[in-house]
Every structure is written in C-alpha cells, then in structure tokens.
C-alpha cells in the first residue's frame, strides 16, 4: 500500500508535466529541453507567492496553485515569441535554443533565489496511518507504524491531479480550442490555410505545456522542496514517460506516467531505488526497440 | 587575390599582438601591482575553496561567513608574521572535479600560499592529489576519515575538525548503554556515509551491539518514505545521517513514517544543520538524541570562548543569524574554519613563513603541533593534534532534543576518539 501510495504520488506528478512536454513536441514539433526549468521555476515562484502571502499556508498554497503556473506560462510564451519564433520552429535549432534556455532559466534563480533549498509549507498535512498485520504464531498482530503511513495531502496531489488532467483531456476533446489545437498538430500548414492562426496556437500551446510543469511543481513542493537544480530529475523522467507513451499522445503519456511512476514506487520499496531506474531505462530501450512510435504513439509516414 | 579589406572578424597578427597588451596592461592594474616596499607586506594569499552552489551551499555559506570573521580578526591582531592576510574564494559547486580545478586557479591565477576550506568528503578525495602535484598546503574542514587513513597525502591536513571515525567510535558506547543495542543505520551512500557505515559498525560491536540492516541513500536523493519499510521490526535505534539540500524532507518524512512511535533516534545533526528546529513537522524528534560537533544553541554554562566565536561569526545563541532569525547556520561544522585558519596562523609563525618556498617548513611546523588548549582560537573545546596522520582530536557533544531547543547531555573525552594510527604522512617526502 504504501508502495502504491508513494507510486501514484510520483505518477500524478509526472504525468501532469510529461503531459506539458508532450503536448509541445506534439502540436508544435518542439523537443523542449528546457521543460525540467518550467517545472524549477513552479516550485520557485510557488515559495516566493506562499512567502509573500504569509502566515496562512493553505491561503499561500491557493495563491500559489494560481499564480505559479500563470506566470511561468507567460515566461514560455515571452520565450516563444522572443526565441522559437525567431527560428522558425525549426526542429534542430529549437534543440539547442532550449537548452541555452535551460541554462539561462536555471542560472537565472541560482542568482535571484538563491542555491538553498527552500520548504512550503501544505495546506493540510494530517497523518494517516494503517498498521501492518500479520498472522504469527501469537495470533493477528499490529505492528505501528511499519504498515501504511501516508498523509492527507499526498492523497490530495492524486486526486488534484486526476482533476487537471480530466480538465485537459475535455478541452482537448470537447471544446472549440482542442479542436484547434488537435488541427495544428495533424497540420499546420492546412490548419493556417484554414484561418487559424498558428503562431498565436503556438505560442499558447508553450505556455501551457510550461504551465503543466508549474502546476505539477507546486503540488509537489510541499513534499520536497524548491531548489534550483530540482529540474533535472524530472525532464528526464517526463521524457522517459513521453517516449514510452508515444510523442503527442495524451492517452500514451498518462499510462506510461502510470507504468514508471508505479514501477518507481513498487520496485524501489521492495527492491532498491537503483534497480527502478535500471528498469524504466531498460523500458526506453526496449520501447525504442520494437514500438519506436511509443505504446500509443501513430506511425507517420 | 586581389588586396582585400581587413575583415573584423577573422584576427590578424596585429590585432592578436594588441589585445595581448591590453590584456596584459588590464592585469597590471590595482591589485596585481608588486607592492613597492620589500615583499614582507604583500598579503599572505589564502584560497578558499567554498561550496557556494551544488549540494553543499548551505554549509558553503556559513563556512564563508566564519572564515571572513576568522580573517578580520586575525588582521585587526596584525595579521601573520606582520602580514595581512587575504582569503580568494573560488566556488567548487560541490564537484570534484571542479575542485580540483579550482586549486589550480589558485596555485597558478591567484598565487595563493595554501588552499583551505573544503568540507564535502568526495570534493576532498577529488582535489587533493592535485594538491600533492601543485606541492600547495591543502588544509580541509571535511570530517571525512579519509586524511587520516592513509588515502591523501602529505600536503592534505585536517587539523581544525575532527574526524567521523573517531566521533563514532565515541557515540557507539552512550548509544549502546542508553538507547538501545539493535542498530539500523540511514546514511548518505558516499565516502562520509561509508566512514560513519564501517566505523561506527566496528564501534558498534565492541560496546556490544549489532547493526541489524544498513540503507544507504543517492545523497542527491529527494524523496525517502521508499526507504523505511526497509527498517527491520526489531530495530532499537534508527541511526541517521544525511546532507544535501533536502534534509529537511528526508526527516520530515522520518516522522511522517514513524509519527513519534518506533524505534529510538540516534542522528548526527548532519541531518539537521541549516535547518530550524520549528519547522512544523519536526515536533516527532522532541527527546531524540544528535551527535553535534559543538552544540548549536548555548548551553546554560556556555565557555567564554563559544560566546566570543558566536559573538565574531554573527550567530545568536539560538545557532541562527542575528540578522535573521530563519537562517540557521551549520553550528556544529564551521568552527572547524575558525580554528583550521588559527592552526595556519600558528604554524606560519612558526615556521617563519615568507612565501611559497616555505611551504614545506609550513607542514613541518604544523606536524609538530600536539596540544591546543580550549581558547578564543579553538572555541569547539581543547584538542590534540596527530602530526602523523595529519587529524586532530577533540571532544565530541550528545545533545537532546528539548522542545524546540537542544541540551547538552553528554561531553565524550578526547581519549575515547583515539585510535591507532593508520598511516605516517612525515615520513613521505615533500
């Protein structure tokens, strides 16, 4: 339990933000390296929002789950305009830009935030706590607290997560602006000559996808915290999950979300940590192997 | 081709030769003007390898506010041998490699007379060798057990802080007659983590106990909850140590996990050091028991030399800043750069340091050290100094958790950190 517990924690975190990087690279043909940064800066921007706010951490956490995501979204769609456009979207130069964003992003708060690594405190943090039982010589007997001991906001970020990511799938699937969207990204070049206007989709499907990362961030930070080197971890797993789930594919991402974050949390309590991440990196390969397309990826011819 | 015009992008011999002047007239300016009058004025250049960024900034900071308070107060004295001295501070990110390339900058850009400062143990094995190549002092302030057994070099001392081996082996005895025989150990999986998993283990046994399960833990770590199912049923004592940047989640989640029921906690305060002792989930630890290598707030019969060295660095009795209240420092490591720069002064004049070429006598006189008596200069307490294996000796602290303050409960004597030498650097050659 406390293994599926500590799995769907990781899972709603990374899915939300595999999600972002996902929806950039399958609207907007970008691989954006500097996603993990996006993800950085949510937690940031969440400290210094709670900070600002003060004493009331569930109103701090509120101001925050608004702000953060809005204001990282407009920093990515200021990149957008500053930067990807300027280059036309091409692939290969888009690399590289994000990686020099990656650099600016991150030095950026080292210089103004600081290298510490800087708590906010959860709206609610109860703890709850199952005991083990087990059948011994003796009978049934309990065991605190080697069972399952969790708290009420990490079964919180599940269900928020669950939430936001039902929220995307009907505006994806449901409204005018998913249709838009899910033009650009069979198109781009029909949907323009169609009257959308591609630039502005693009720039907006980049602050979204920054905005995801945010979002998943400040969830998160409460649990750990906010430290400017904090982006590496999950770029990397975001694009583990992405290749896994097929580029572009909402469905693909959520379940390998799923798959590596439960994976993660199952075969680092019974195994070792080491061992989860061997796995999910054998799991990429295998994936690249045989389905280069992803699970739920579509061949493009 | 015909004459073509200059381009200003592609540099011709001229232009190559005229920036180099310029560099070179740059360079010339204050500061890297020889000083005029005979070089006993010029200051005496102490590098300062500091953690300012990677996982080790917190320490960094603090490390830096104590050697700059240390480095006034012996100018404001007059300096070494009627030299002022001048601390060059280069960043190290916490890696390795880029410590040792930052004793590079110091031995060969900045002219330093010796390197100092580094606490983080692998920092340590990183740059040392090249410390021993550049034939450049490298005083550390690491805890590491790595000086003393045997893996550095001659040039490598550690003789402001004392080392993991030694602090273990005199906290195994208080923890096996007080909180329990069954050990489960939490550690950074690193060098400083291994020194505290073999020494205290061997330590362990002597007095008595066994350590039933070890967990190392990636010291980039951030999350932990993962790692406690795997504390056995029976364990009597958790014993935990940590660094990085996210200590604070790694005991938060310790009492997430256990919710004040479990096992007893014996932990270094590595766990805790930057970190304050309200932060709201901590309230579990209350009667758990820290090893701290000077206790981080002021005991009822604090020393006169405590209340000096806190006085000097800016820390309150609280072990936070006295301009902020919310900054704890690393109360129970950073004496150890307050007392290592006392140690060079004390050795300089010894040696009749004049420059470089003295470095060698500098090491001599610094091996030939024993006793240094608890002063404003060794504020942590009196220590004995191993001219052999390069490590001094000190009195180690067991404070408890008391509400939100911590209490001084057992002092452990120089004589129970000895152990037998490992290694004799003097009879390497310089």
Known sequence: MLALIEGLVQAAVLSLTALGLSLVFGVMRVVNVAHGEFFMLGAVIAWWVATLVGTNP?????????????????????????????INYDPEATIVATIGLLYILQQSVLMTFGPDARPVEAPFNTRLAIPWIENTDAGWALYWPWGLSTTSYKLFVIVAAIALLSLIWYIMSRTKLGLILRATQLDSETALAFGIPVERVYALVFGIGAALAA??????????????????????LSFIVVIIGGLGSLRGTVIAALIIGMSDGIISVFFTPTLAKIMATLLVAMVLVYRPQGLFGTRRV | MTKSKPSLITPNRRTILSGLAATGAASAMPGFVPYAQAQSSEPIKIG???HRTGIGAAYGRWYDRTTQAAAALINEAGGINGRPIEIVSEDDGTDPKRGAEVLEKFANQHSCDVSFGTLFSHVVIGSAPRAAELKMPYFVVSEGHHVASGMLNRYTLQPGITDVKSQVQAMAPFVAENLGKKVTMVYPDFAFGHDHRDYFSEAMAQAGGEILELIPIPPTETSFVKYFPKIPRDTEVLYHVMVGPAVLTFVKELGEFFGGQGPEL????????????????????????????NPRYAQADNSAFDTFFREKVGVDANGASVSDPKDISTYAHMFGCWETLHVIKAGMEAAGYQGPGDRAKLIEAVEAMTTMDHSNEHPQGPKIFNGKTHQVFGQQYITKVNGDRMDLVHTASIEETFYEDEVDYTTQSF
């Open chain 1, 58 to 86: 569930a109103l701090g956490f509120i101001a925050a789950l608004i702000a953060a995501p809005i204001i990282a979204g407009l920093i990515a769609v200021i990149t957008d305009w500053l930067v990807l456009k300027r």
């Open chain 1, 215 to 236: 979002v998943a961030a400040v969830l998160i930070v409460p649990i750990q915290q906010a430290h400017y080197l904090m982006g590496a971890d999950p770029l990397l």
């Open chain 2, 48 to 50: 300062f390898q500091v």
């Open chain 2, 266 to 293: 014996f932990g270094f305060i590595d766990s805790l050091e930057a970190v304050d002792m309200a932060s709201s989930g901590l309230e579990f630890l209350d009667g758990s028991h820290f090893w701290e290598g």
